[in-house]
């Protein structure tokens, strides 16, 4: 449809609107279609069934009001979906007027895209755009009730990719979004509301959804964790790994049921390293080195702590205690993203000083106790002394009175 033609539907007046009038006399599908169109955000922006089925909403009668001569369109199939919907959001001067700020690449994304490539195959399986925006109960995405909304697009995607009849002609997992529930993605953003955790689209973008590739995996998961990628790509791993097509990121972490990692996968059993690297080899050793260093750094921070809170208890100012337990803390953050250079110098050097920082605290909090005792000891002394000087007051003075 041109625009102007589209600009012309738009303008039609929605009162005498018969498309409406008739079908809320048909059966449940239709009613059901009326109800959820009351609350679509198309319906919301004054437009109305014409805008998108075309005919004539000024016509009583049924064949004239549904005419293609009148560019009645009917439903679209799947495959007609992308330029039904297109019609206007590809067209940057139609959605200015009612949002400039609404991107108007959304087809032109789809049409690169796994979906988009094999519903132009004839794929009707694959989403399209009615999949993952259910017409007639369309939400703008920030709308908590929109199936795009990005605490529900876990699920639109799983209504698909986690049913097994449907997926199984294309022999891939159907465990995406059941990892990614129990992912620390999933819990952070679907338990917690933390909205800087990624879903679904964040990693495979709105409308291009690919799997990212060998090149761009490491970046998803970098434009987040801008360290970890930055050692990765240093480390001297990063070359043979992009020979070999390993991901930089999931190949250790998995890309869907990523979980809270420990030092114990470096060394020991169930570790990573030790899945490529033989025993006795040098990166093992470095793995070992890297162990050493973070669990050191740890027992050194973690006995710190105790010791600054035993004070605290008594009562003794341990602020500047505090102050060198921070920057132990920040050590320990900075070893473990430190663990991606691969390098057993560069763990090293960081948990040395956070372990001096802990050494430190620890130091203080031995002498604030010391100090304590100490004190104690004086207050224990004068009490006694003085107690002893009363007592021998009392005794002088029972001395004069049985004198007199
Ligand atoms: C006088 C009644 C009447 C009017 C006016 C009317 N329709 Fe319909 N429409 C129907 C009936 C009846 C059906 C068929 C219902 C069925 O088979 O389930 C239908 C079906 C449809 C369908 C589904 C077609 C399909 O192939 O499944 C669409 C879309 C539709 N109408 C849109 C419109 C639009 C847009 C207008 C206004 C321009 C309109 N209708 C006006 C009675 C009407
Ligand atoms: C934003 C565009 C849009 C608007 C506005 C819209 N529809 Fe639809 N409609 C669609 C699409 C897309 C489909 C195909 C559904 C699918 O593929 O899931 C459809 C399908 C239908 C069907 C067939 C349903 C079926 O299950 O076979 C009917 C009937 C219908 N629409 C009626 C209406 C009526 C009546 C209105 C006005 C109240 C309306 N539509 C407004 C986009 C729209
Ligand atoms: C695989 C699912 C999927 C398909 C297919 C899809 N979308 Fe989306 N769409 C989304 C998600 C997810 C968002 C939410 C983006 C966000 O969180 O801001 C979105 C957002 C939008 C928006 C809001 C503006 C924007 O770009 O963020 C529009 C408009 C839109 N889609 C239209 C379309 C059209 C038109 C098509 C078909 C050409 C389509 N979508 C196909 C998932 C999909
Ligand atoms: C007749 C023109 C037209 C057609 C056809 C159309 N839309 Fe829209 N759509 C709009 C307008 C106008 C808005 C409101 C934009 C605004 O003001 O924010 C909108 C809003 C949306 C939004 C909400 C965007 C946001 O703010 O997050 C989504 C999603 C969307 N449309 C998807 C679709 C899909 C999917 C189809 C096809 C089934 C479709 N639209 C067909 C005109 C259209
Ligand atoms: C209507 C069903 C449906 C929905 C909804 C759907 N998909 Fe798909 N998707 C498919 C099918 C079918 C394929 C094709 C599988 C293939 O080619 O391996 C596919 C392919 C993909 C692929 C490429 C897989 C590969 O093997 O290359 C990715 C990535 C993907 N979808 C992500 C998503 C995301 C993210 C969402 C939600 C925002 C989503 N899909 C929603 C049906 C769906
Ligand atoms: C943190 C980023 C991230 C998130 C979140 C994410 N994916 Fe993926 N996804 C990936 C990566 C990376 C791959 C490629 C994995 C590979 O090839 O080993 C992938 C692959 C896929 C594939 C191809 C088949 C497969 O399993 O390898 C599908 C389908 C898919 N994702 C769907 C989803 C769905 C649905 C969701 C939400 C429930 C989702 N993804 C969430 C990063 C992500
Ligand atoms: C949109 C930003 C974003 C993207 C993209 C992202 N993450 Fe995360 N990631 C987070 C946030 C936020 C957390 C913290 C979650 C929490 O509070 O538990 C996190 C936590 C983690 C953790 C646990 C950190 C810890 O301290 O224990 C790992 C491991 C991780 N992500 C790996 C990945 C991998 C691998 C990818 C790519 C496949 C990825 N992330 C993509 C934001 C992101
Ligand atoms: C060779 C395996 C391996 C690869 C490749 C790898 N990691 Fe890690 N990652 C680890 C190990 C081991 C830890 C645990 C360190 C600890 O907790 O002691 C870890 C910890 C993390 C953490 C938590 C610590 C922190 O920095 O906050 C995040 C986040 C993380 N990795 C993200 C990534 C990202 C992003 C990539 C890709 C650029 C990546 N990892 C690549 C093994 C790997
Ligand atoms: C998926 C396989 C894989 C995993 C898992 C893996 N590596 Fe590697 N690593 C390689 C490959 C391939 C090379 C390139 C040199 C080679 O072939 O040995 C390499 C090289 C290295 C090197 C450089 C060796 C040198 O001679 O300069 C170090 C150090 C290293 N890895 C440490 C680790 C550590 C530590 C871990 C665990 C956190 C780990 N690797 C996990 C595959 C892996």
């Known amino acids: 449809m041109s625009l102007l033609l589209a600009l012309a539907l ?13 079908h809320s006399t048909l059966e449940d599908k239709h009613a059901l279609i009326l109800r959820s169109f009351s609350r679509d955000i198309h319906k919301e922006k004054g437009l109305t069934c014409v805008s998108c089925h075309g005919g004539d909403s ?11 001569e009148k560019g009645y369109v009917g439903v679209p199939s799947p495959a007609q979906v992308p330029e039904f919907c297109g019609k206007c959001h590809s067209s940057p001067a139609y959605m200015r007027r009612f949002n400039p700020s609404l991107p108007t690449d959304q087809q032109a994304k789809y049409r690169t895209s ?21 017409a007639h109960s369309i939400r703008p995405a920030k709308d908590p009730t929109s199936s795009v909304y990005v605490k529900n697009v876990a699920e639109t995607c799983a209504r698909c990719h986690a049913d097994t009849k449907k997926m199984a002609p294309y022999g891939i997992a159907v465990t995406q979004a059941a990892d990614y529930r129990a992912s620390v993605h999933g819990k952070a ?4 509301g933390d909205t800087s955790a990624p879903t679904c689209n964040t990693c495979h973008g709105n ?12 970046m998803v998961c970098g434009s987040c964790h801008v360290g970890n990628m930055e050692f990765f790509k240093a480390s001297p791993m990063a070359g043979p790994w992009e020979r070999r097509g390993f991901h930089a990121c999931a190949t250790c972490h998995t890309a869907h049921g990523v979980q809270k990692p420990t030092s114990a996968l470096l060394a020991g059993s169930g570790a990573l390293c030790a899945r490529c690297h033989k025993p006795g080899s040098k990166p093992l050793a470095v793995a070992a080195s890297m162990k050493g260093g973070l669990d050191g750094l740890k027992a050194a921070y973690d006995g ?17 205690a505090r102050d060198a337990l921070d920057g132990a803390r920040m050590s320990m953050f900075q070893a473990r993203t430190a663990v991606h250079a691969f390098s057993a110098e560069a763990v090293a050097k960081i948990s040395e000083e956070g372990k001096g920082s802990a050494d430190k605290a620890s130091l203080a909090a031995r002498e604030a106790v010391k100090d304590f005792r100490n004190r104690r000891l004086g207050l224990g002394l004068s009490t006694f002394v003085i107690a002893f000087l009363a007592g021998a007051v009392y005794l002088k003075v029972r001395e004069l009175e049985e004198k007199d």
Do not use: F, N, Y
């Open 10 to 22: 738009l303008a039609a007046p929605a009162g005498a609107d018969t498309c409406v009038k008739c």
């Open 58 to 68: 000024a016509k009583e009668d049924m064949s004239e009001a549904m005419d293609p």
């Open 114 to 134: 796994t979906h988009g490539i094999r519903l132009q195959a004839g794929d009707e399986v694959v989403a399209t755009c009615a999949s993952c925006h259910p």
């Open 189 to 192: 953003l679907l338990e917690r």
């Open 207 to 218: 409308h291009g959804a690919v799997p990212p590739g060998v090149a761009s995996i490491g």
């Open 304 to 320: 710190a702590e105790g010791s600054v809170r035993q004070a605290e208890e008594k009562g003794m100012d341990m602020a500047e």
